[in-house]
Structure formats: C-alpha cells, structure tokens
C-alpha cells in the first residue's frame, strides 16, 4: 500500500503555535523530514520509533538537496509510511511546499497541505505590529528578499512602493540595502518607518526600528542577522505601543537549531 505525505507547516518557531491538525500529523507519522528552524522541542511529539530526517538549509548551504528531499518524500510513502514534511512557517509561503506537491502528484503519491502560521503574520504580531489597521495599512506583501537581486522582478518595486501599505519581507537581512535603496527609488519615501524582528515569536526575539533611509546603520549596531522578518511600513509606528511580548516576563522557549 502506498502511504501518504502531510506537508505540515510548524509555525514561526514558538512550538505552541502549531495547529491542532498539524500536531497531530506529528504523532502519527512514520518518517518526519524536518527543516532548519523548525523548533526542535516539536520533534518530542514524534511516535516511538518515528524516523526523523533532517533536511536544514542555510543560506549558501543545504544539508539536503531540494531534489533529494522531493524523492524521499515518494520513496517513503511508496513503502507505505505515513510521511510528514515539516516546515517552519507555512509550507506555501516561501516554503517550497508546491513544488514537493507537485512531486508527490507526478509520481501518484496521496498528499494533504496542513496550513502554518506564516512568519509574516506572526513575527510582527509578537512586536506590536499588525500587517493590516484600518487607518494605517489596507493592504500587504509578502516578498522575498532574494527578489531584490532578480532581473526579471525589477518592475515589481514600483508597485510595491506606490500600491501596497505593508511589505513584509522573507530572507531579506544580506539584501536590505538593495531592498531599502529600490523602495526608495521607486517612491516610498526616505522616512518609511520600518522594522526587523529577529527570532520571531522565540524568547529571545530582538526587535529594532528606523526608517528605510538609517535602518541599515540601525541593523549594524544592533548585530541583527537572520532569521529577521523585515516589516516596512506606517504600522511599525505602533511597535512601541503595542509591544507586549517582549515587556512581559516571557517563558523559557527554546530556540530552533542555529
């Protein structure tokens, strides 16, 4: 028989944040391939001889190939093991999560999305900063930072300079002076306040505000590096206000694997 593959998203890093259905996905599954910022007190949920495989990527270096992934993904279900794939975030915001779909629809393999909490959302949740406000921001992107270097996505920053309030940015730390410096030529203006919270949601998350014309110096002193979700926009005003995770005494959450 052949088994089934769950893409299941593990949230933005605090453990508690996973779904219902996603958890339980864990506690049945046979085989969990798991990624780099995936908290590693989920994997305790695992079932007693669960073969767990780690699949981390850092930026310029992946333990496991995409490819690689993709065919232990089918390997393992065509032996009739119930798989979970799990990701940090939402398997299908920046996830890779459609092209491990369409590897198990290609090779007649059962599979079932199990959505996340994305970190766009949930990162600046946790700083007191909400991506929609009815008198701030009506609308909202989520980009990745690698477009900042893409040829083909140039004309894509005069519409997120000029048509969206908020932009939320993945893997964007090593591209923010090219991200910072095409928002302005397209438009947004110098002093866009904006924000970078790093280890979202875990608890030692660090958040630092500018505006696109000093964030960079900002990001220096502050040594923030990845993982920081960039959030631009008039919303990142409310951060101060609305800050309530990181005054409170919060509790001993541990970090994903660095």
């Known amino acids: 028989m052949v088994g089934k593959v769950y893409l299941v998203g593990a949230g933005p890093g605090d453990p508690d944040l996973i779904t219902v259905k996603g958890l339980r996905c864990l506690q049945q599954a046979d085989v969990i391939l798991y990624d780099r910022l995936v908290n590693p007190e989920l994997l305790e949920n695992a079932k007693e001889g669960a073969q767990l495989v780690y699949c981390g990527k850092l930026p310029h270096y992946h333990t496991m190939k995409q490819e690689t992934i993709n065919h232990f993904l089918v390997k393992y279900a065509k032996k009739g093991y119930q798989v979970v794939r799990l990701k940090g975030g939402d398997p299908f915001v920046f ?87 095409h928002l302005i030529l397209n438009g947004k203006s110098p002093q866009t306040p904006i924000a970078l919270i790093h280890w979202g949601t875990l608890s030692d998350q660090r958040t630092v505000v500018g505006t696109l014309e000093n964030i960079e110096e900002v990001v220096k002193k502050e040594q923030i590096t990845n993982p920081s979700m960039i959030v631009i926009g008039e919303v990142v005003t409310l951060h101060k206000k609305l800050n309530w995770f990181q005054e409170e005494i919060v509790p001993n959450i541990p970090v994903a694997n660095r």
């Open 95 to 181: 996830g890779r999560g459609g092209e491990e779909a369409e590897e198990c629809s290609k090779n007649n393999v059962p599979f079932e999305i199990v959505p996340g909490i994305t970190a766009g959302i949930a990162a600046s949740a946790y700083a007191g900063i909400p991506v929609t406000h009815r008198s701030l921001s009506k609308s909202f992107a989520f980009i990745t930072g690698h477009q900042a270097g893409d040829v083909e996505a140039e004309h894509q920053w005069y519409h997120l300079a000029n048509g969206v309030d908020t932009i939320c940015v993945y893997m964007g730390v090593s591209h923010l002076s090219t991200i910072t410096k």
